[in-house]
């Protein structure tokens, strides 16, 4: 465990830190309705500790400040309304995100393995974020603490947001996961204990469901929300969509943040476990392109009292910005690079993650209903287009409603959400989602043309067979049993004689209208001999049940 002195005399103190959870989960289809557009009216029928955010933006000009204008014009018009919304109701209407939020929890207790003592963090927001016709929620935690180690930081980044342990060592304590998280009110009255020791509980879960559990701790954050493998009784139930480890933003301030170490840089955005500052985690060769793959340095190592000296790095799992604790244009939580942080490069993590998880969200639900498909049953079948032709329906509406591949005109926003795209891997992931989408409404449109093209058929092979009937009668005179004179009740008696054999006959047509069009087809062919077309006739009149 290193020194805070010595970190602050090497300028690796942190003097400011924030870290943001970003977890999105998968909502599943409720047992009343496939598909619930506002899936928040869930949340708001149960007694829960979670309420609407309303005053993100304030109504009242006197109380918009000046974080709220600088995070507005960040975003082209687009995707303002989708963060927004509009004050007229007549255009865009009001914005399809719904944050509900908890208060209870003010802090939290994290015990590490590497230190004797828990270090405790502010709680800023518990978020849920929703989405208007899109089965998917983000779950977001913001904590913040002053003057931390270096390491104890690179320790937070590594290990705090892990839904559940990847092992456990020989004192059953899981691996690569807190030894303890504690969630504290504002009484420091512990309201939800993680559990990560509770080996047989991760193990039964795989066992039993084919799925991993989560911690307690997080299990209570969440409620009312329950995974979908819970015996538990929820509406709302979920199931994840990535691995263990919550994506997360991290701010950190330095006194003299150009001291770090590119060993040090490396752990951050690659969220890896601490280490010495002169070594890399991982291999030289491995990061022989990082910092043009990883880091955005347009205002790092710049001598400009006007701009923040600011290095931001992104990787898929982490997005970290790191700058000096000095400069006010930094540390400012309204107007500087805090307030950016806070709030429009949250707003780019968020709207990178929902695209990404929307996608693994269309794609699981595409598996779930091949695997749901069986041809031999109808029900199955007829289940198994309407929610494909619903899946249609939502992913078209998600591309014109959500689908951004640029948010901003603003050149830091701009490259930063550059990469959160190529890394994350959305661009091809929306190709391969959208190809599959296409394909089964292609399919669904190919079998309905076929279907109908065999009922053309099999109609066009009864009015043939009919015809000979109606030729014949035309023949014969309509007036071949004169019965204009008779009692009502001889009337209806040759009409129920007439009737009966001949729906029958019609009936009977349809059954056999397959083979009847294959004989149809047999007896146009002059390469057929005339004994091979007397065979076809006869299979078709006397052969088996099935068709030919």
């Not at 538990?232 to 170490?261: H, I, K, N, V, W």
């Not at 910005?321 to 939580?333: I, K, M, N, W, Y």
């Not at 948010?407 to 830091?412: D, Q, R």
Request: with cysteine.
């Amino acid at each position: 465990m290193s020194d805070p002195d010595a970190d602050a005399a090497q300028g690796k103190l942190v003097r400011h830190f924030r870290q943001i959870l970003l977890w999105p989960v998968h909502l599943m289809p409720s047992a009343c309705d496939q598909h619930v557009a506002r899936r928040w009216d869930d949340l708001r029928r149960d007694n829960t500790a979670w309420y609407p955010v309303t005053d993100e933006y304030p109504s009242d000009p006197t109380q918009f400040q000046i974080r709220h204008y600088n995070e507005f014009i960040t975003f082209l018009p687009a995707v303002q309304r989708f963060l927004y919304g509009e004050a007229r109701q007549s255009s865009y209407g009001e914005s399809p995100i719904r944050v509900f939020r908890r208060s209870d929890i003010r802090t939290v207790r994290l015990t590490l393995k590497s230190r004797p003592e828990p270090v405790t963090l502010s709680i800023a927001h518990i978020d849920l974020y929703f989405f208007y016709d899109i089965d998917v929620t983000l779950f977001t935690v913001e904590v913040f603490g002053d003057d931390l180690e270096l390491e104890l930081v690179q320790d937070l980044l590594f290990r705090f947001g892990r839904a559940f342990p990847t092992g456990w060592d020989q004192e059953e304590h899981g691996d690569h996961c807190l030894l303890r998280a504690e969630w504290l009110d504002a009484a420091d009255t512990v309201r939800a204990v993680s559990d990560f020791e509770q080996r047989q509980r991760f193990l039964a879960t795989v066992c039993r469901e084919r799925t991993t559990a989560i911690s307690a701790d997080w299990e209570y954050l969440l409620e009312p929300m329950v995974p979908d493998s819970s015996p538990r009784p929820g509406t709302l139930r979920f199931r994840q969509l990535e691995y263990s480890r919550m994506p997360l933003l991290a701010y950190l301030s330095f006194d003299e943040p150009q001291s770090l170490s590119r060993g040090d840089f490396v752990r951050m955005v690659l969220a890896a476990r601490p280490g010495s500052s002169d070594q890399l985690p991982v291999s030289e060769a491995f990061l022989h392109d990082f910092e043009k793959e990883y880091c955005y340095d347009r205002y790092w190592g710049i001598d400009n009292p006007r701009v923040a000296n600011t290095r931001f790095l992104c990787s898929g799992q982490a997005f970290v910005v790191v700058g000096e604790a000095r400069q006010h244009l930094f540390t400012d939580p309204e107007q500087g690079v805090l307030a950016q942080f806070r709030h429009q490069y949250f707003l780019l993590a968020l709207i990178a993650h929902f695209h990404k998880a929307a996608l693994l969200m269309f794609a699981d639900r595409l598996s779930l209903a091949m695997n749901g498909l069986d041809i031999r049953d109808a029900e199955r079948v007829k289940t198994f287009k309407r929610t494909i032709r619903d899946l249609f329906a939502t992913f078209l509406r998600f591309t014109h409603r959500y689908w951004f591949r640029e948010v901003s005109i603003h050149a830091p926003a701009r490259a930063i959400f550059a990469i959160f795209r190529r890394h994350h891997g959305t661009d091809a992931l929306y190709d391969d989602v959208r190809v599959a989408v296409q394909d089964m409404a292609n399919y669904l449109e190919s079998d309905g043309l076929r279907r109908q093209a065999n009922t053309v058929v099999r109609l066009t092979v009864v009015t043939t067979f009919g015809l000979i009937g109606s030729i014949v009668t035309g023949l014969l005179g309509m007036n071949l049993i004169a019965a204009a004179d008779a009692p009502l009740m001889t009337k209806i008696w040759y009409f129920i004689a007439t009737f009966v054999p001949t729906t029958i006959v019609t009936l009977y047509t349809v059954i056999i209208s397959k083979r009847l069009s294959d004989l149809l087809e047999s007896l146009s062919d002059e390469h057929l001999s005339m004994s091979t077309k007397l065979k076809l006739f006869a299979r078709v009149w006397f052969g088996g049940r099935g068709d030919p």
